[in-house]
T-cell receptor
Framework: DTGVSQDPRHKITKRGQNVTFRCDPI?????LYWYRQTLGQGPEFLTY????????KSRLLSDRFSAERPKGSFSTLEIQRTEQGDSAMYLC??????????????FGQGTRLTVV | AQKVTQAQTEISVVEKEDVTLDCVYE???????LFWYKQPPSGELVFLIR??????QNEISGRYSWNFQKSTSSFNFTITASQVVDSAVYFC???????????????FGTGTQLKVEL
């Protein structure tokens, strides 16, 4: 499978616990994005990476959220001290952006987080 | 600020009917990209089309067609002869366009749930 993969697909956690999600982008893609989608809404941008550099973070990304892409390949999104309001689908996407052009973003199947 | 409005929350049609999903956008950028994505129950967003703001030609791909009208800031999506497999949530999205650097972050609408029944 050469698409974007996310792990785990589902996560149930107790309020106050920390959780970490992983995203493996399409191998040749240099850009990686994280989005959050709540029920009945469209995805909202959280952050993106160009290779290993985190270039932009949304105001939605509170101090409890941190994302990394240490070697410019896979990425992790950690949420510390989870709150019930963090319950959502977390989507990862990747794209290839070069001087010659830009592909569209390809999305993974998401990680559904439920905070109880 | 960019904004995408999909006023239709839910549409139900009978198989073989044609259906149009509306999308209206707002942006201060003179150059931008518009997209449509499909989200089936499995959750994965499936890319359908990308259109840049330079190109106002309508596009047809099989049963799908898109009508881009810059004058009304609309990018509507029509499915001809709908099928049960078309049932999904459809999102319209907008992104900025820059020659170098910048992001490709998408601003999504709230989606339209399409239900196609036998």
């Amino acid at each position: 499978d050469t698409g974007v993969s996310q792990d785990p697909r589902h996560k149930i956690t107790k309020r106050g616990q920390n959780v970490t999600f992983r995203c493996d982008p399409i191998s040749e893609h240099n850009r990686l994005y994280w989005y959050r989608q709540t029920l009945g809404q469209g995805p909202e941008f959280l952050t993106y990476f160009q290779n290993e550099a985190q270039l932009e973070k949304s105001r939605l990304l509170s101090d409890r959220f941190s994302a990394e892409r240490p070697k410019g390949s896979f990425s992790t999104l950690e949420i510390q001290r989870t709150e019930q309001g963090d319950s959502a689908m977390y989507l990862c996407a990747s794209s290839l952006d070069t001087s010659g052009g830009r592909t569209e973003a390809f999305f993974g199947q998401g990680t559904r987080l439920t905070v109880v | 600020a960019q904004k995408v409005t999909q006023a239709q929350t839910e549409i139900s049609v009978v198989e073989k009917e044609d259906v149009t999903l509306d999308c209206v956008y707002e942006t201060r950028d003179t150059t931008y990209y518009l997209f449509w994505y499909k989200q089936p129950p499995s959750g994965e967003l499936v890319f359908l089309i990308r259109r840049n703001s330079f190109d106002e030609q309508n596009e047809i791909s099989g049963r799908y067609s898109w009508n881009f009208q810059k004058s009304t800031s609309s990018f509507n999506f029509t499915i001809t002869a709908s099928q049960v497999v078309d049932s999904a949530v459809y999102f319209c999205a907008l992104s900025e366009w820059r020659l170098t650097g910048g992001g490709n972050k998408l601003t999504f609408g709230t989606g339209t749930q399409l239900k196609v029944e036998l």
